[in-house]
T-cell receptor, first 116, second 114 residues
């Protein structure tokens, strides 16, 4: 079974631009979560999508948004980029039928975003 | 509040030494799940183990073992006879309540020297 894939792997943008990152979950997985990883803040939850609906959201400004398609693929968008948005963005997929369940999340290789 | 603390920022050992990575968690929920992930230099988080709050049995998988103690809110990870390939950042994570999210500790960087 193919793992979680993320595209692109690397991205360089300038302040003020916007960016879209893509994530394809493991086949059969319906939940996709996004995390931001920075040296200062560590791994922080952005949001989770299940069956095309945002099921949960972390404490990030509205510039961060996402969506999920009917095939469970997900995209996240960051508008008006700031220097502090430079990070590794990780996508994770899980079966996650129950929100309170303990299904393990499988992570993709990440997209490293650099904002200049 | 939910929180995961990995007090050890960096650990350096020589190959074949045993090493224990500490993880302490906080949650008010009675049902919760604990995880360990490994992040090699490539960046991808690799799932190692999941434990639910009702299962305090220790687990061993090859050179890896985990000790879950609810009384001390700890979920420690031991690598026996460490190898250079074990060098990575290790994260402990908590999932509880109806949030659907993982709360990660700050990670422990393990360096195994030959």
């Amino acid at each position: 079974k193919a793992g979680v894939t993320q595209t692109p792997r690397y991205l360089i943008k300038t302040r003020g631009q916007q960016v879209t990152l893509s994530c394809s979950p493991i086949s059969g997985h319906r939940s996709v979560s996004w995390y931001q990883q920075t040296p200062g803040q560590g791994l922080q939850f952005l949001f989770e999508y299940f069956s095309e609906t945002q099921r949960n959201k972390g404490n990030f400004p509205g510039r961060f948004s996402g969506r999920q398609f009917s095939n469970s693929r997900s995209e996240m968008n960051v508008s008006t980029l700031e220097l502090g948005d430079s990070a590794l963005y990780l996508c994770a997929s899980s079966l996650a039928g129950r929100l309170a369940g303990g299904d393990e999340q499988f992570f993709g290789p990440g997209t490293r975003l650099t904002v200049l | 509040a939910q929180k995961v603390t990995q007090a050890q920022t960096e650990i350096s050992v020589v190959e074949k030494e045993d090493v224990t990575l500490d993880c302490v968690y906080e949650t008010r929920d009675t049902t919760y799940y604990l995880f360990w992930y490994k992040q090699p230099p490539s960046g991808e988080l690799v799932f190692l183990i999941r434990r639910n709050s009702f299962d305090e049995q220790n687990e061993i998988s090859g050179r890896y073992s985990w000790n879950f103690q609810k009384s001390t809110s700890s979920f420690n990870f031991t690598i026996t006879a460490s190898q250079v390939v074990d060098s990575a950042v290790y994260f402990c994570a908590l999932k509880s309540g109806n949030t659907g999210k993982l709360i990660f500790g700050q990670g422990t960087t393990l360096q195994v020297k030959p």
